[in-house]
């Protein structure tokens, strides 16, 4: 197959086309890293030896081959978790990105009753798709799905909490302070309103987006929720 | 004597694997004009709800779900020969998730 450069320059050979032998791949928006939590051992672990790096991938064929051989949240142990964040973000609320940001989640406390692969599956594809914002709100860094005892809790984490944060300049982007609190808080919503729809959730449920820093300094994020949908 | 040294030899990548490390990411204009296989959904499909969408600008590409869905049975290899070996040893294999959550 060497020899068929010069044919490669001039045809445009996908997956679909040739699952073997193709010469384009899909590309995505951004580049995203995969994490895992590793389940703590029990006392004494400090939390950044269990957050592991999985790998980075930019193409829509990369991420079904990983998504293809890697273990389905059904499978996964307790107190795990999947991230799925924006290259040279940590999926932690001190990361600098993060620190001013909040996130929208919900918990299925019937884990029986609910097909957690395809909400997860369908929560990364709306991420790496870039649907769950327009092109220049700049919220969204990731998404999570926790793996607990009484539930899975799955969320998108957002730079901003609708405000001006420092060192994003005047422009009108996430953080910017030409961006008006409003508009700002317009944004956050959206992105909660097609998460809702995501997750099919009943109009009787709802998502609600809280702050990192509300939820690090309280007990509950229940009680510091800034908004639902 | 055997001079059959095939089972030394370390396994190579398959032609599915090969060819995601080197294709070429596709540009927008390129994915505008593609022409995919009959039964999939491109920028020609007639439902534009299910196609893959650049931007006015031609900078940014979306996906829709339905439209990303489509490659789940198509690629199917581990994006490195390691990989396996990488999550068993980070996540463990799938039956001590099973042991570990069971009740």
Redesign the interface.
């Given at each position: 197959s060497s020899t068929a450069a010069a044919d490669i320059d001039s045809k445009?050979v996908?997956?679909?086309?040739d699952?073997?032998?193709?010469?384009?791949?899909?590309?995505?928006?951004n580049k995203w890293t995969l994490w895992?939590t590793?389940?703590s051992s029990g006392k004494g672990d400090n939390w950044n030896d269990l957050l592991?790096e999985?790998?980075t991938?930019?193409?829509?064929?990369?991420?079904?081959?990983?998504?293809?051989?890697?273990?389905p949240v059904s499978?996964?142990?307790?107190k795990?978790d999947y991230h799925l964040f924006k290259e040279g973000v940590r999926p932690e609320w001190e990361d600098q990105q993060n620190k001013h940001g909040g996130k929208w989640s919900y918990s299925f406390k019937e884990k029986r009753n609910i097909d957690i692969n395809d909400i997860w599956l369908?929560t990364m594809?709306?991420a790496?798709?870039?649907?769950l914002e327009e092109?220049n709100d700049g919220e969204v860094m990731g998404v999570v799905v926790n793996?607990r005892k009484a539930f899975f809790r799955v969320g998108v984490w957002t730079r901003t909490i609708g405000k001006s944060i420092p060192n994003r300049g005047d422009g009108d982007v996430a953080g910017g302070k030409g961006r008006p609190a409003e508009k700002g808080k317009q944004i956050l919503e959206n992105i909660g309103k097609r998460f809702k729809e995501i997750l099919k959730l009943p109009a009787t449920e709802y998502v609600e987006f809280s702050g990192h820093t509300d939820a690090a300094h309280s007990g509950s994020t229940r009680a510091k929720a800034k908004f639902t949908v | 004597l055997n001079l059959n040294t095939k089972a030394v030899e370390p396994p190579q990548p398959?032609?599915?694997?090969q060819?995601?490390k080197?294709?070429?990411?596709?540009r927008p204009e390129?994915?505008l004009s593609?022409s995919?296989?009959a039964g999939?959904n491109g920028m020609s499909s007639p439902n534009p709800a299910l196609n893959?969408a650049v931007?006015k600008k031609g900078t940014?590409?979306?996906?829709?779900?339905n439209?990303?869905?489509?490659?789940?049975t198509?690629?199917?290899?581990?994006?490195?020969m390691e990989?396996?070996q990488?999550?068993k040893t980070?996540?463990?294999d799938?039956d001590?998730?099973?042991s570990?959550?069971a009740r």
């Open positions: 445009l996908t997956v679909f086309h699952k073997d032998n193709f010469n384009v791949k899909h590309p995505l928006q895992f590793k389940p592991k999985v790998i991938f930019n193409s829509v064929e990369e991420f079904w081959g990983i998504y293809n051989n890697i273990a499978e996964l142990a307790l795990s369908h594809l709306a790496i798709g870039e649907t092109d793996v | 398959s032609a599915a694997l060819s995601l080197t294709a070429r990411l596709l390129q994915l593609l995919y296989p999939i893959a931007s940014s590409f979306k996906y829709d779900p439209f990303l869905l489509q490659f789940k198509v690629f199917t290899e581990q994006p490195s990989f396996h990488q999550v980070l996540i463990g799938n001590g998730g099973r570990a959550s």
